[in-house]
């Protein structure tokens, strides 16, 4: 099998963001990691590759920085990366971000091609099953296991409310992955020596720019929500935020 | 023609899903502010079903979009369908919620038309005669106010509560139902879907639970939770948690709130180190109050909590736990 696994670099969770001067996106001087749901991607391709042997290519999107991810994936045994560098790549939509990857592999030959659910920047959930459409190949979404059969494979798609289903499809196919479908690996110091001397192709923004429009929507301007809700502060030493907490719930709120 | 607003509305499992009257509900707002007429859609086997239920709302048209094709339902079938249908009548905005089915066709079907989606939103602003969908961005620490950039169709998806099902408006009289056969030719149909189950049945229904206790990222190790459990144990709340614990294995998946898990609504919920992110609020906004501690003041859990302690829990709860069994032991 051989497994293309979709990686994003994003803000940490706890980075605080701060407006840049176009008030439609963050300054970029922040900490950065991997998209969540991009690494368990990543780990189910790996474990993939163990039963069925093959391969596992790790692709990103983004100026150098994004490079730490491709690099933190092959030391945790991806077999070779693709990196298409470049800032712009960083303001393109869902649709154009697909188009852009579905250039950078039109040589290649995939069974598989792996994508987090969704990312934690804009969270739109929808470049994996763009890509899928672009190539014309199936997909399914939000899996939680994945059984390779005769015919193709059999996947696990998680429902609302706690219901699942099982699907089977044929390949070659676009799954997206939900987080904790696996348990993630670390990156051993063998695995982070071994990295260093595997393949990073880089694409640069020329090589794909035919395959990109402009963007089909466009992010006005961005901006911290305005609270609905009045909020109370309640401040003091923790004994006595605990006083003022149990006097809420016992006195307002009734539940003691 | 008067542009049109076209809301594609859920069934699942023979029902009306409930968010499809709140997408109703931002439809015929959308349709106030703008002028344009509106119109739903229902798609399935047995479309026809639905309709007359949809067809009471405030909305000029019903189609029943219907084909043997469309049960069970499948990304490549459902996208299909929609396709001819938009392709006949060409709204200029088509509506959706923010499902996992729909997240599970709609980029497909609108780049199959070439278009965008500008997916969960949970808003939207008439400016200047300016459509801007409004949308959170970074796990809800920012919003987005986003316009569309292509021809008609535009799509886009609301999020789970974004509006009020209960305040979408009847019509005056039925609106007419039109029942439009989808073609889906052989071979178009790809994926094979099994029975929609249940794993292993829910031992924990944490939907009827007065009082409600759950932790996040911040209670950091398995061992922690002790300390979140001795204080639902004393306030004889229900011990729930965030995704992350979940997929941890701190707690068992059935005391997982947000998308994934249970929606629940309380009288007092109280996050301990839960920052906030969409997929876990979902799960719990309803809740009549919501007490928040974590750390990080620009946590987006802070936006709609009634009550904010900015603080480390692992100072905070313990004294809590405490005061509340003195309290108890004392009434």
């Not at chain 1, 992955?177 to 001397?197: V, W």
């Not at chain 1, 595997?198 to 963007?215: D, F, T």
């Not at chain 2, 923010?98 to 500008?118: E, N, S």
């Given at each position: 099998m051989k497994i293309l696994v979709c990686m994003k670099q994003v803000p940490q969770k706890d980075a605080p963001l701060k407006l840049n001067e176009t008030a439609a996106w963050i300054r970029e001087d922040v900490s950065y990691e991997v998209?969540?749901?991009d690494a368990f991607a990543l780990e189910e391709a790996l474990r993939q590759r163990e039963k069925h042997k093959g391969e596992v290519v790790v692709i990103t999107s983004g100026p150098a920085r994004s490079q730490q991810v491709l690099r933190e994936?092959?030391?945790?045994?991806?077999?070779?990366a693709i990196h298409l560098e470049d800032n712009a790549f960083v303001g393109l939509d869902a649709f154009n971000t697909a188009n852009a990857f579905a250039a950078a592999i039109k040589d290649e030959q995939f069974d598989l091609i792996f994508t987090g659910l969704q990312s934690d920047d804009y969270g739109y959930a929808q470049t994996g099953v763009i890509l899928a459409e672009l190539l014309g190949w199936p997909h399914a979404t939000i899996i939680m296991q994945i059984e390779k059969n005769e015919t193709g494979i059999r996947v696990k798609r998680e429902l609302e409310a706690g219901f699942f289903q099982f699907v089977d499809m044929p390949l070659p196919a676009v799954l997206t992955?939900?987080?904790?479908?696996?348990?993630?690996?670390?990156?051993?110091?063998?695995?982070?020596?071994?990295?260093?001397?595997?393949?990073?192709?880089?694409?640069?923004?020329?090589?794909?720019?035919?395959?990109?429009?402009?963007?089909?929507?466009?992010?006005?301007?961005?901006?911290?929500?305005?609270?609905?809700?009045?909020?109370?502060?309640?401040e003091g030493s923790p004994a006595e935020i605990a006083k003022k907490l149990v006097d809420k719930l016992r006195n307002e709120l009734r539940v003691l | 023609?008067?542009?049109?607003?076209?809301?594609?509305?859920?069934?699942?499992?023979?029902?009306?899903?409930?968010?499809?009257?709140?997408?109703?509900?931002?439809?015929?707002?959308?349709?106030?502010?703008?002028?344009?007429?509106?119109?739903?859609?229902?798609?399935?086997?047995n479309a026809s079903a639905f309709a007359a239920e949809v067809a009471a709302k405030k909305v000029a048209k019903v189609y029943a979009v219907e084909s043997p094709k469309l049960e069970p339902y499948t990304p490549d079938?459902?996208?299909?369908?929609?396709?001819?249908?938009?392709?006949?009548?060409?709204?200029?905005?088509?509506?959706?919620?923010?499902?996992?089915?729909?997240?599970?066709?709609?980029?497909?079907?609108?780049?199959?038309?070439?278009?965008?989606?500008?997916?969960?939103?949970?808003?939207?602003?008439?400016?200047?005669?300016?459509?801007?969908?409004?949308?959170?961005?970074?796990?809800?620490?920012?919003?987005?106010?986003?316009?569309?950039?292509?021809?008609?169709?535009?799509?886009?998806?609301?999020?789970?509560?974004?509006?009020?099902g209960d305040k979408a408006e009847d019509g005056a009289s039925p609106a007419p139902i039109e029942t439009v056969a989808a073609d889906i030719a052989d071979g178009v149909i790809r994926n094979?879907?099994?029975?929609?189950?249940?794993?292993?049945?829910?031992?924990?229904?944490?939907?009827?639970?007065?009082?409600?206790?759950?932790?996040g990222r911040g209670i950091k190790e398995q061992k922690n939770i002790e300390i979140?459990?001795?204080?639902?144990?004393?306030?004889?709340?229900?011990?729930?948690?965030s995704r992350p614990i979940c997929d941890n294995g701190w707690l068992p998946m059935d005391r997982q709130i947000g998308s994934s898990g249970q929606t629940v609504a309380p009288k007092v919920y109280l996050a301990l180190g839960i920052s906030g992110a969409i997929q876990h609020i979902v799960g719990m906004k309803g809740s009549r109050t919501i007490i928040a501690v974590n750390k990080d003041s620009e946590a987006p859990i802070f936006e709609i909590a009634d009550y904010a302690i900015i603080g480390n829990l692992f100072d905070i709860v313990p004294p809590l736990t405490e005061e509340v069994k003195k309290v108890k032991a004392g009434s």
């Open positions: 998209n969540e749901p994936a092959l030391a945790k045994g991806a077999d070779r992955i939900q987080s904790g479908i696996n348990k993630l690996r670390y990156a051993t110091l063998i695995g982070i020596k071994q990295a260093k001397n595997k393949p990073i192709r880089k694409v640069a923004l020329a090589e794909v720019q035919s395959a990109i429009g402009e963007n089909l929507q466009k992010i006005e301007r961005l901006y911290v929500p305005q609270k609905t809700k009045k909020t109370e502060h309640i | 023609m008067p542009d049109t607003i076209l809301v594609v509305v859920e069934q699942r499992e023979g029902k009306l899903s409930r968010v499809s009257w709140e997408t109703i509900t931002a439809g015929q707002a959308i349709a106030a502010a703008t002028g344009w007429t509106l119109e739903a859609a229902v798609v399935g086997g079938a459902f996208a299909a369908a929609l396709k001819q249908l938009l392709t006949a009548k060409q709204p200029k905005l088509v509506l959706m919620p923010h499902t996992y089915q729909v997240r599970d066709f709609v980029p497909k079907l609108a780049t199959a038309m070439g278009r965008a989606v500008i997916s969960d939103c949970i808003g939207f602003k008439h400016e200047d005669g300016k459509l801007l969908f409004t949308r959170q961005m970074f796990q809800g620490k920012l919003a987005a106010d986003v316009s569309f950039n292509s021809d008609a169709p535009w799509f886009a998806t609301f999020q789970n509560g974004a509006f009020r094979k879907p099994q029975e929609v189950f249940k794993e292993a049945k829910q031992a924990v229904d944490l939907t009827q639970a007065e009082v409600i206790v759950a932790v979140a459990k001795q204080l639902a144990d004393a306030l004889g709340a229900d011990l729930a948690a």
